[in-house]
């Protein structure tokens, strides 16, 4: 039987510089860099075309015009590829009507994810 290692998670604390990363997104590639000098909301969900991430997508859609007027960008993550977040994208605005207008990054390798907690 295989063991197992878990890796230690560092999280970040309040106060800190929050971990850099440069990452594939459904915009291209991002760096956290690329967001200097406003607000970043960054949110994870587990996975595309579930019922609750997309009900959670749509509201930061919702919500996307007004973050924008106060300097906040968005920018979702998960651990699925850029395809199938495109995919999902596309779903939500042909079944739903709505346009996602914010980046996703796919985060196969975890790397992101992990450096977040």
Not at 48 to 59: H, I, K, Q, R
Not at 90 to 101: C, L, Q
Not at 104 to 112: F, G, R, S
């Amino acid at each position: 039987m295989e063991e197992v290692k878990e890796q230690a998670v560092s999280l970040p604390r309040l106060g800190e510089p929050a971990p850099p990363f440069e990452a594939k997104t459904t915009f291209g590639m991002l760096r956290l860099e690329d967001f200097k000098g406003r607000w970043l909301i960054l949110f994870s969900h587990p996975a595309d075309f579930t019922p609750v991430c997309t009900t959670e997508l749509v509201a930061f859609a919702e919500i996307f015009p007004e973050l924008q007027k106060r300097g906040v960008d968005l920018l979702g993550l998960s651990v699925d590829s850029v395809s199938s977040h495109i995919a999902w994208v596309r779903n939500v605005e042909e079944k739903i009507g709505v346009k996602i207008p914010f980046p996703i990054i796919a985060d196969l390798n975890k790397e992101v994810s992990l450096a977040y907690g």
